[in-house]
């Protein structure tokens, strides 16, 4: 959850010299691929059950990745 990041990142940061920079968040959405047709989709709220065929045998294939886009330090 953003907010707890954020929260605990305030408390860790405090006696740092990072103290008082911000964290910002870009969420992805997750692209699952059915396994037993291949099918590849978004993954909306909790809904894994594959839209072509109706599995529930699916992979994450994007989405897991955690990016950090800049840092600034003075
Ligand atoms: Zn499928």
């Known amino acids: 959850m953003d907010e707890c990041i954020s929260f605990y990142w305030?408390?860790?940061s405090r006696d740092s010299g990072a103290r008082g920079a911000?964290?910002?968040?870009?969420?992805k959405p997750a692209v699952v691929r059915c396994r037993n047709c291949g099918k590849e989709?978004?993954?909306?709220?909790?809904?894994?059950?594959?839209?072509g065929c109706g599995?529930?045998?699916?992979e994450i294939i994007s989405g897991k990745e955690f990016y950090i886009d800049s840092?600034?330090?003075e």
Do not use: G
Request: glycine fraction near 0%; charge should be negative; hydrophobic fraction near 45%.
């Open 10 to 12: 305030d408390i860790l």
């Open 22 to 27: 911000t964290i910002n968040f870009i969420r």
């Open 41 to 51: 989709f978004r993954l909306k709220q909790e809904e894994w059950q594959c839209p």
């Open 55 to 58: 599995h529930w045998d699916v």
């Open 71 to 73: 840092i600034e330090v």
